[in-house]
């Protein structure tokens, strides 16, 4: 202790003090203060480009989740427009034979009654022809069995001996 | 291939360094045999950690005629006759307090590196057996002494470094150079030392003064390891002003809560309170910055002192171990315990800095907690408390 009292000197003290003091000042002056604030600066930049990089990240994976889900809904409808188109031609063809068929029926059912009222007619012009021929027929038979007395008297006999036998 | 010349650049640096510290004693030693007992080694040691009014390099005899080279530095003087200024070649190299030297009416003498004042009718200086002058007073020596020297040199140094990187941040955000050396040290002291101990809201205001505490203690302690032989963080004056400004700042920027535990510690009881507060006011005002200068000062001191023992192990082990034996011995323990110097020189500015920071930390910091109370009433200590009772 006596040593260090003895050792103290007073002016090393005050010289060192008032320097130091002195270079406190201009150091943070000179050097700590545009040191300090420039490294802020920095770091903060730093900062910023990292949170900056991170969000444009985020962005690009939304970005990419949209897409993803654009490109799954227009798979999805492509598939829907396909099944319905599908749908669509089934339907089509379906219905046009079910038309088809009806028309075909239809046509058949006015060709058969067109064929019947033809038969009928038909049948009714052969009755008819079948009776004039027949009347023609007849009048000839009659014409040449009473050309002759004779064959009418022979034919009134006959008429009358059949009549004598009922 | 840069990596290993700049590797190779540092080791040779440090082999320069240690060797020509042991160079510049052993040219010293062998050339004049002035210092070859114990007792003179051990005068010479004392005389190389006290501070000194002139910038010696080394001494040698030639013609039987002692020469020293070096330069002489200003002596400043407050007197009973007022300011005297002198160049210190006035004293002729003495310090035994034999050459006076006359001035503004004044007659001055040097031993023992202090500057004395004669009482009149007085023509040499004489001492009782306290070592105190009776017929001689001490002066205010406000001289450029050799610390003084290595302060400003270092100041300046400093000041053109750490300038020349500032400005380099107005041109780009990347130094280049020296400056690269320098940034990664400042983020250091700033990220390390700063941030941690004072607290994310407050440590800007302080970085300033801690990171010049740093750096001045750290580059003055490697510049006590040239063979300039300078020993400022040595001088218990100087470290004395380093604590005493710690001092001035955390207790001026002690908030509430800070002199509120030291004055009325809260949560013991009321008549342990004015005992607490004696105890705690000398741990902030005085065994704060008494553990401050005195771990530096003997830090450094005993650094140099081991050093030079060492150093002086090549004459002092001479008769016993041989020429060959003792110079061996010496160079390879001096050698490593330079090493280690240069290991504590770092670590001593460290340590400065990390307690300012630590006890400015404290004075600012904001207790927002409020202490846990266990289930009868008592506090429970909370990590802060630990860490106080540690320093």
Known sequence: ?166 | MKKVLETLKTATLLFVLCFSLQGFASSDEDQNLEVDTKDEVDAYIQHHIKDAHDFHLFSYTSNGERKHVGFPLPVIVWSSNGLATFMSSAFHHDDDGKVVVERNGSSFVKFHSKIYELNAGASQVEFDETHHATNADKVLDFSITKSVFGILLIGLFMLIAFSSLARQYKNKSIPTGFGRVLEPLVLYVRDEIARPNIGEKRYRQFTGYLLTVFFFIWILNLLGLTPFGFNVTGQIAVTAALAIFTLVIYTFSGNKDYWMHILWMPGVPVLIRPVLAVIELAGALVIKPFSLLVRLFANISAGHIVVMSLIAIMFTLKKSLGVVGATGLSLVLSFFITLIEVLVAFLQAYIFTMLSALFIGMAVAEHDHDHEHDTHGHDVPDAEDVRGDFI
């Open chain 1, 1 to 166: 202790m006596e040593i260090l009292i003895n050792d103290f000197s007073p002016g090393l003290f005050v010289v060192m003090t008032i320097l130091f003091l002195g270079l406190i000042f201009l150091m943070v002056k000179f050097a700590w203060k545009p040191i300090l604030s420039s490294l802020d600066e920095r770091e903060s930049g730093i900062k910023d480009a990292l949170a900056a990089a991170e969000k444009a990240r985020t962005d690009m994976q939304n970005l990419q989740a949209d897409n993803e889900k654009m490109l799954q809904e227009a798979r999805a409808e492509r598939e829907s427009m396909l099944k319905e188109a599908r749908e669509i031609k089934e339907k089509m063809i379906s219905d046009s034979k079910e038309l088809a068929k009806v028309e075909g029926d239809k046509m058949l059912k006015q060709a058969q009654v067109a064929i019947e009222s033809e038969k009928k007619a038909a049948v009714a012009d052969i009755k008819n022809q079948v009776a004039e021929l027949s009347v023609a027929i007849a009048e000839k038979v009659i014409k040449e069995e009473l050309s002759n007395s004779e064959k009418q008297l022979k034919l009134v006999d006959s008429l009358l001996s059949d009549l004598k036998l009922n």
